[in-house]
């Protein structure tokens, strides 16, 4: 009965050794680095009439820590970026983060993101930018990173070289926006990871590798892991419409007859119902045929040439001679500007801005036979 008493305590001191020895690695291997030569060795303690015995080892075990891979790779920002139509160089930026056991090397490669991918949990692409490219910062996240250069046109492909274990790198990539993109789509831009052993090779799944290890990828794709972040096209939509009306003529007859006084009215919509239209200038080349009107129109306490209508706002300007406008319009000769650099016009989304002025149509000189 004792002798069986001895047996059981024995199996149980064994079998909690040998769970404390495999929990105890289970945990280790988290973090321990791969190449790591684990060590163990069991002893028995015994009891033989109350007497200690000598303690009887166990052959030692060894093993080789293998690769854990897992690399995440994230947009820095949340949601899709705003670009409008014709804007050069947009660009967004992704966390790539080693949780590996082993430094990495990292092979980068950027494309336009395929027709319907989900960029955002929200929107699916439906365009491509031009011209994408990419660059790595120059430190990683454990240190002070400085930002990459914009790299040469065309450069789809980049690498990161070495990146410790539990540290992090930002990668920025580029595209063009073309004027052609079309207001309310989505472009998104692609890059692809690939993790590879810190000397540059690639890494095999499920055999030894040149460095006697394996690897386990913890996302399942064998080192690969794909990052899409978006933008919207955004533009103004607007449009132009220029109409005439006769205020009067010498007969009273309504008709643009020699010395008639005609309104002219361009009207400018923004359907878009989210973004501005700015720095807009109209250019109107008068015919030969009609001369323009000075002081027409007056805003507040002040008359001058030209009356804009912003959205219910009215404001007068002078048709100064070119060169010597201050207040954002001029005539030279012809061509009658509103809204140039000295006076840049705003128009909002879903507004519309009105722009007025009047000509007499000449009178011409009677021929003598």
């Known amino acids: 009965m004792k002798t069986s008493s001895k047996t059981i305590g024995l199996s149980i001191r064994l079998g909690a050794l040998a769970a404390a020895l495999l929990f105890g690695q289970q945990a280790m291997a988290e973090g321990t680095r791969a190449g790591t030569v684990v060590d163990n060795t069991a002893s028995v303690d015994y009891f033989v009439g109350g007497i200690d015995q000598t303690d009887i080892p166990s052959n030692t075990v060894s093993f080789v820590v293998d690769r854990r891979v897992n690399v995440t790779m994230v947009p820095s920002t949340p949601g899709v970026e705003i670009i409008a139509p014709g804007q050069g160089d947009v660009f967004a930026d992704f966390l790539l983060t080693n949780l ?38 120059t430190d990683f996240e454990s240190g002070t990173p400085a930002a990459p250069a914009v790299p ?16 992090a790198i930002r990668i920025r990539v580029w595209g063009a926006a073309g004027l052609a993109l079309v207001n309310g789509t989505f472009a998104g831009l692609q890059v692809t990871a690939t993790s590879l052993a810190d000397d540059g090779t690639a890494l095999a799944y499920g055999v030894a590798n040149t460095d006697g290890l394996e690897n386990v990828d913890v996302n399942g ?48 919509t923004n359907a878009s119902t989210t973004t501005n239209a700015t720095d807009v200038s109209i250019t109107d080349a008068l015919d030969d045929n009609v001369d323009f009107n000075l002081g027409q129109y007056t805003a507040g306490a002040v008359t001058s040439d030209i009356l804009i209508d912003n959205d219910g706002t009215q404001t007068v300007c002078s048709a100064d001679t070119a060169g010597t406008d201050t207040d954002g319009c001029s005539l030279d000769g012809v ?16 507004t519309t801005l009105v722009v007025t002025y009047q000509v007499t149509i000449q009178n011409p000189i009677p021929t003598t036979p």
């Open 152 to 167: 040469g046109t065309g450069t789809t492909t980049a690498t990161i070289d070495n990146i410790p274990a539990d540290d």
């Open 335 to 350: 061509n009658l500007v509103v809204g140039n650099a000295n006076g840049p016009i705003t128009v909002a989304a879903d």
């Open 221 to 268: 794709n064998d080192g690969v892991v794909v990052s899409v972040d978006g933008f919207a096209v955004q533009s103004a939509e607007l449009s132009v419409l220029k109409e005439y009306s006769v205020l009067s003529d010498p007969l009273g007859s309504g008709l643009a007859i020699p010395e008639a006084v005609i309104q002219y009215t361009v009207t400018i």
């Open 100 to 137: 590996s056991n082993s430094d990495l090397d990292i092979d980068l490669a950027l494309i336009n993101a395929a027709t319907g991918t989900d960029i955002d949990g929200t929107n699916n692409d439906d365009t491509d930018l031009g011209d994408p490219r990419i660059a790595v910062w």
